[in-house]
């Protein structure tokens, strides 16, 4: 059986965003884990409109070509790692509306939160992001990594370097999420 597909998912499009440098961060040290073939999946460079379908997603009857694209790249990954800034006590509407543009194509697959921010380190967002995976149908994983200040992390040449808490917890996460995603695969093609 092939290894199963982690897609990281980097929910700020926001110009002039640093969280992209903790998304690559959790790519490396998922590449570095061996357990899954990892992609990194940039909402900015998906650039997904304002959800525009006239059918409800449930149906899967997708107009619009970059719905069909999107369904398409999510369809393919088994498991996820969302990172994610926390807006306003909350998680970013391009997330929001990422997930809103589908449905079964999320149904039964592991999901990891990698959250960032302030003195909050972004837990607000995973709070508020944990129920609508849940209506999805995900399955959100207990191990998390929450980042403090995040901005402290990215050196120079804009690459996060974490310390030993935060990449013990990102292993964690990862170690959690094949787990999961074993029992879900087998779910799925049940």
Known sequence: MSRPVLQVVAASTRPGRRGIA?????????????????????LAEVGLPLFDEPHHPRLRRYEQPHTRAWSETVDRADAFAFVT????????????????FLSAEWADK???????????????????LKPVLGA?????????????????????EDVFVPNVELEAGGKAMLDELLRVTAGLRALRTA
């Open 22 to 42: 903790v998304a690559r961060w959790i790519e490396q040290l998922a590449a570095e884990h061996g357990g899954f073939d990892v992609e990194l999946v940039d």
């Open 85 to 100: 800034p926390e807006y306003n006590h909350s998680f970013p509407g391009a997330l929001k509306n990422a997930l809103d």
């Open 110 to 128: 592991a999901a990891g939160l990698v959250t960032y921010g302030g003195a909050s380190a972004g837990l607000r967002a995973s709070a508020a």
């Open 136 to 156: 999805l149908r995900m399955v959100p994983v207990v191990e998390a990594v929450s980042v403090p200040f995040f901005a402290r992390f990215i050196d120079e």
